[in-house]
């Protein structure tokens, strides 16, 4: 199972919004509306910010907002803070009945 | 309050073994689909393994199939991870991690997660 494509780095400033693309097959994104998209900050765990593609857990701000079309799932935030910087992983459920992660984008505020 | 603890990490040499251990507290352990989630220095993520709420039904990765097993005991509230034939390329540190949702058998998203174990694999 390759593992889900993520542009590496992608950066913009406090206040504009920023959006970070996650591209797999039919067999996982485009098969299922199971995405997730995690944040990482450095020596960290990872922590969950959006599941089944758009659905916020209780307590993440609404800034972050999920998406998809076809095999290609986004994570968009909006009005970015300077504590929005971190790599952000995606993932997806697959077919072999597995877990499929992207390679993760680091994202800078300028 | 969720808490997830993980141990057992260290310095093995290639083709040991180790077993990691993952208590768990905070919520009905039992109800949760679990998973084991690693990242090698410097690297991404990449799903590991999984397992049901009973222990019924297991799930690995490609790469560690037939080396590695899952398990837990309910009456513990602890997850483990049995790793045999370590390879250079399982160095990485192992979280364990609790599905979102107690209703499926599959953990499809990870709301909390350990704060990891270092498993280093060298001579």
């Known amino acids: 199972q390759s593992a889900l494509t993520q542009p590496a780095s992608v950066s913009g400033s406090p206040g504009q919004s920023i959006t970070i693309s996650c591209t797999g097959t039919s067999s996982d994104v485009g098969g299922y509306n199971y995405v997730s998209w995690y944040q990482q900050h450095p020596g960290k765990a990872p922590k969950l910010m959006i599941y089944e593609v758009s659905n916020r857990p209780s307590g993440v701000p609404d800034r972050f907002s999920g998406s998809k079309s076809g095999n290609t799932a986004s994570l968009t935030i909006s009005g970015l803070q300077a504590e929005d910087e971190a790599d952000y992983y995606c993932s997806s459920y697959t077919s072999s009945s597995t877990v499929v992660f992207g390679g993760g984008t680091k994202l800078t505020v300028l | ?123």
Do not use: H
């Not at chain 2, 084991?36 to 993520?45: F, I, N, S």
């Not at chain 2, 097993?69 to 602890?78: A, E, L």
């Open chain 2, 1 to 123: 309050e969720v808490q997830l603890l993980e141990s057992g990490g260290g310095l093995v040499q290639p083709g040991g073994s180790l077993r990691l251990s993952c208590a768990a507290s905070g919520f009905t352990f039992s109800s949760y689909a679990m998973s084991w989630v690693r990242q090698a220095p410097g690297k991404g993520l990449e799903w590991v393994s999984a397992i049901s709420g009973s222990g019924g039904s297991t799930y690995y990765a490609d790469s560690v199939k037939g080396r590695f097993t899952i398990s837990r005991d309910n009456s513990k509230n602890t997850l483990y991870l049995q790793m045999n034939s370590l390879r250079a390329e399982d160095t990485a540190v192992y979280y364990c991690a609790k599905a979102s949702d107690n209703g499926s058998s599959f953990p499809l998203d990870l709301d909390y997660w350990g704060q990891g174990t270092l498993v280093t694999v060298s001579s």
